[in-house]
């Protein structure tokens, strides 16, 4: 037996139930015959794209969205031969070929990589699957208006060289209805922008806008597919986006499950007498004579060094206050409260235990992290594994 036989300090469980329950949900919310993309970028929102995507693929899912060319190739290691998976951002140069030679749909938003795209793809004798993102208001990536006649003749010259996979934009904050006018603005303008295409003779195989937030929000807008992101792990984009649903339901009840637990356990258990410093500087103070569980999870593991003195876990059913600075590897907790802690006691980061919950957002309203910045910052290192 080698050491990388043995199990991480602390381990990520998604439930399966839960995959199919969200996804389940999403397709009964979109319209008929509209297609979802599953998002897993960041790892799939911290998921670990090895493990989610073989399930969401049992679920139905048979097209998958990544930003990076790298993120591509660990979805091309585990999909089946049938599912497509999509290229929303960064490619290198010497990374094109790669795609066009597995059958990778991608983003185009610049001349140049259309160009170098097209002309690499006529040359090899295969189809560049593209995606012509277009440039509506968000000022980030894509074609602007002024910019479509710089691809009139590069779409006539290698006519034969490319499939129009779809012509798509990215929607600015579509969580919030602080940015109802800019969003209702960008749409007017995508769909001036693909009537252009159309009036050309260029028909894209599908449209699409919509993310997770205007899938709920602006059900009009979901085109022929939708990229879904955070909702598929059972979190709302944000706390309006989730207003915005049950307002419209009689039962005012949140319909997605959440998917990932987060467990390690207890190292070590020491008492500490009134009057000592714990952990590292002299941010706690014991004022009385306390029992304290040493927990093999720091923040390289992703749990926040914001966290302590204020952080909470669950031992024994029961939440108990993380105490002491947060150290690279360890977190402090105090059980004084609790009877018979020993070494091996399971312990919750994230997730359920016997009545109680820690939940993702209140593990990063403690940290004043967003849940995709908390998710996403999950070290891929953590052992992920698949539960009923």
């Excluded at 050491?3 to 919310?29: G, Q, V």
């Excluded at 599953?38 to 670990?48: E, F, L, M, P, T």
């Excluded at 597919?225 to 949140?254: A, C």
């Excluded at 600075?325 to 409260?337: E, Q, Y």
Aim: hydrophobic content about 40%; aromatic content about 10%; some cysteine.
């Amino acid at each position: 037996m080698t050491a990388t036989s043995f199990h991480t300090p602390s381990i990520i469980e998604l439930s399966y139930d839960a995959i199919a329950h969200n996804l389940s949900f999403i397709k009964r919310f979109v319209k008929k015959n509209v297609r979802i993309s599953s998002v897993v970028k960041g790892n799939a929102y911290g998921h670990g794209i090895e493990i989610y995507v073989p399930a969401a693929e049992h679920c139905g899912i048979d097209h998958f969205s990544v930003f990076s060319i790298d993120e591509a190739e660990r979805v091309l290691s585990v999909k089946q031969p049938e599912t497509a998976v999509m290229i929303m951002g960064w490619i290198p140069p010497e990374g094109l070929i790669w795609v066009l030679e597995n059958d990778m749909e991608f983003w185009v938003f610049e001349p140049e990589r259309l160009k170098e795209a097209l002309k690499l793809a006529d040359k090899l004798g295969v189809k560049a699957r593209i995606h012509i993102e277009l440039e509506t208001g968000m000022n980030r990536t894509g074609f602007g208006p002024y910019e479509l006649n710089e691809i009139w003749p590069l779409l006539r010259t290698y006519k034969d060289a490319y499939v129009l996979e779809g012509l798509c934009t990215h929607l600015a904050g579509a969580e919030s209805i602080a940015n109802h006018v800019r969003i209702q603005r960008q749409i007017k303008r995508f769909r001036l922008m693909t009537g252009l295409f159309k009036d050309r003779g260029y028909q894209a195989k599908s449209l699409h806008a919509a993310s997770s937030a205007a899938t709920i929000v602006y059900p009009a807008f979901q085109f022929d597919m939708v990229r879904v992101g955070i909702l598929q792990y059972g979190y709302w984009p944000s706390k309006e986006t989730f207003i915005h649903y049950v307002s419209r339901r009689k039962k005012k009840i949140d319909p997605l499950d959440r998917i990932i637990s987060w467990k390690s356990s207890v190292m070590a258990v020491k008492h500490v007498r009134q009057g000592e410093f714990v952990s590292y500087g002299t941010t706690y103070l014991a004022t009385e004579d306390k029992t304290i569980a040493i927990v093999p999870t720091g923040y390289s593991h992703g749990y926040s060094r914001a966290l302590s003195n204020s952080g909470r876990i669950l031992i024994h059913g029961q939440r108990v206050a993380v105490i002491g600075m947060i150290n690279m590897n360890m977190l402090i907790a105090d059980v004084s409260s609790l009877r018979d802690v020993v070494v091996g006691d399971e312990v919750v980061l994230i997730g359920k235990q016997e009545h109680q919950t820690i939940s993702v957002a209140s593990f990063s309203e403690l940290s004043n992290q967003l849940n995709y910045e908390l998710l996403t910052r999950l070290p891929a290192g953590i052992l992920r594994r698949l539960t009923p």
